[in-house]
């Protein structure tokens, strides 16, 4: 075997090293970003079940009892409390309806925005919580107004307070 012959074969060799470490490189990041998505996922879902337990708080719960009846009938430090708790809600509905294509790799994007509209159209239909958001649009606090219309549609913004 001459010099050229072995320097020929170290050649591919060497070549079969490199694509074997790129399959490996690709297969890892392959996972990095599964685990990336469990972990988005998971988080999400903890974010979700604090407000689920929040509302299991005796204060929170008639908070949002009188609320969701009429924002007008609140003192004025239950206003800020159900202002804030209002645009938690939809800071929550607005992250998930933007990053479903990304993070909703376990149950699909589309099943993920039905989700999360459901859960707007929930808690818009008390009128309570309409009060509250034309409240706070007059006063220029909602940040994401045209994104939130188009999840839960402007019929039910302006359904008049019962």
Aim: charged fraction near 25%; charge should be positive.
């Amino acid at each position: 075997m001459s010099i050229v012959e072995i320097g020929a074969l170290a050649q591919l060799v060497g070549a079969i090293a490199i694509l074997l470490s790129l399959v490996f490189v690709v297969i890892e990041l392959r996972k990095n970003f599964r685990q990336n998505d469990i972990a988005n996922t998971l988080q999400r879902n903890i974010e979700r079940e604090k407000l689920i337990y929040a509302r299991m708080e005796e204060g929170l719960a008639k908070l949002l009892v009188k609320a969701y009846r009429s924002y007008g009938k609140l003192e004025d430090f239950e206003k800020i409390q159900f202002e804030a708790y209002l645009r938690q809600q939809m800071l929550f509905v607005t992250r998930t309806y933007r990053t479903a294509d990304a993070a909703a790799f376990a149950v699909g994007a589309d099943r993920a925005r039905s989700v999360a509209r459901a859960a707007a159209l929930d808690f818009f239909s008390n009128p309570g919580a309409r009060e509250c958001y034309r409240a706070l649009r007059a006063r220029g606090l909602i940040e994401s107004h045209e994104l939130f219309l188009s999840i839960v549609g402007e019929d039910v913004l302006t359904q008049p307070a019962a």
